[in-house]
């Protein structure tokens, strides 16, 4: 039982990469860009949507969410690019490559620009 999720997370993290590889290439159309931009920052954000010590509810987001989010990403980008993503995500994986730093950055720069955002909305509304 333990090998067969062992296995599900590393076709996920796989699969995660290859969304990340598909949202770079500039076949991809704007929209599908930036709905898989959210996608591969929600699963690679160390803060989740719901706390994984709500029992049950926790871990809906990883259970649930990244998967079906990741699978509707795939959806709107064509499929040679899709190919193309995993082939390479793939080649990653063999080699020890799929790097989750840059996934970090990216991360922290979505939460850094949503803060300079939040703190100049409510220094506006804090004016008034």
Known sequence: MISRWKTVAERLERETYALYLAYRDP???????????????????P?????????????????????LGIWLSFKMIPCEVIADARRRAGEAAEEGKINSRLGLAIVLSIWAIGAVIMISVLTQIWKK
């Not at 029992?55 to 649930?64: Q, S, T």
């Open 47 to 67: 803060i989740d949507l719901i706390p994984d010590f709500i029992p049950v509810l926790g871990y809906l987001d990883d259970l649930i969410i990244t998967p």
């Open 27 to 45: 076949r991809t159309p704007w929209y599908a860009k930036a709905f898989a931009a959210l996608v591969v920052a929600h699963t690679l954000s």
